[in-house]
């Protein structure tokens, strides 16, 4: 019993790798379920075992997403500036999987989108955990003279929107030395 | 003839207002040219006579988008800093329109999408447009002592990210009061 779970957890994140490539290359919308069991070998009933919808599979692959950016950081480490840096150099050594959330964030604005609760919810939380580990470090101000609450969202805007010209463009967008002169406006480096 | 070339300009307009539509609802790829031409009661074959394909009717999208945000500046006083300030609080007046750039900008990170090149060679022209007047305007260093290199992907990533967390949650992004934010960090008002 223990090694066929071990075996099927290992094929579920076998099926989550796929996922991840099929919505990099087509987006979630042009996504199917056929395309991901076909890169696994499995046939859409064999792939339906393991996630029953698509959208049951979005979920685990947004959920690989939280395990991928709060790194081993711990709740809150996770948003202090000095890792957000390393996060960016770490980010710009894998395309795969910037591109495949790049592309599910753009798609979340659009209508009754399956990613679009998790989004918001997501940027609500990461702005209010990073402006209160700003506030706690440096109080009222940053260096650089804005307020943790105007830096939160600003962080996160660079960095989402610096990996969009990355990926178009990755020659001419040097996305981790782009990020450090952001850091050093803020004046915290 | 005269009358007749207007009024297929006229319908050629609305039917970009349409697809504008729809793609803020879909997508470009969930997007289908039936739904297109119901929106403006046209059959698909009436839509054609117009844009002959889907990818001819997303250039028109795409032209639009042009004429959208260099707005009245030239080509040049259009990456100014304070215009740009103005064009951040336009465009929180108007959801729709930046939906559909921000979707389209999404998907175009993904595999073979019609609109990628559209959005890499404009990304290089804005950044290197902006650079340029940057450094007309300020030399080497802004006065909070980026170089205008590092500062135009900087202001494009800001406003582009920004534009998601505020699709995804108007209520608690005020875009245009963080654009101003990050301007301040510039030091240049």
């Given at each position: 019993m223990a090694a066929a779970g071990a075996r099927g957890g290992e094929r579920r994140a076998e099926i989550v790798r796929a996922a991840l490539e099929v919505i990099a290359e087509r987006g979630y919308r042009g996504a199917?379920?056929?395309?991901?069991?076909?890169?696994?070998?499995?046939?859409?009933?064999?792939?339906?075992?393991h996630f029953p919808t698509k959208e049951a599979l979005l979920?685990?692959?947004?959920?690989?997403?939280d395990r991928w950016d709060t790194g081993g950081g711990g709740a809150h480490g996770g948003r202090r500036l000095e890792l957000l840096e390393l996060l960016v150099e770490y980010n710009a050594?894998?395309?795969g999987i910037v591109r495949t959330f790049s592309a599910l964030l753009g798609e979340s604005v659009t209508e009754d989108h399956?990613?679009?609760?998790?989004?918001?919810?997501?940027?609500?939380?990461?702005?209010a955990d990073?402006?209160?580990?700003?506030r706690a470090e440096f109080g009222d101000r940053l260096p650089g003279g804005p307020t943790p609450e105007?830096?939160?969202?600003?962080?996160?805007?660079?960095m989402d929107g610096l990996q969009y010209q990355w990926l178009l463009d990755p020659d001419a967008v040097d996305m981790p030395a782009v990020f450090r002169a952001f850091l050093?406006?803020?004046?915290?480096r």
């Open positions: 199917s379920l056929g395309a991901v069991a076909e890169r696994v070998g499995l046939t859409q009933q064999g792939l339906l075992h979920v685990a692959v947004l959920e690989e997403r050594m894998r395309p399956p990613a679009r609760d998790f989004f918001t919810h997501r940027y609500a939380r990461v702005r990073m402006a209160a580990v700003l105007e830096v939160a969202p600003l962080v996160t805007a660079v050093r406006l803020l004046g915290t």
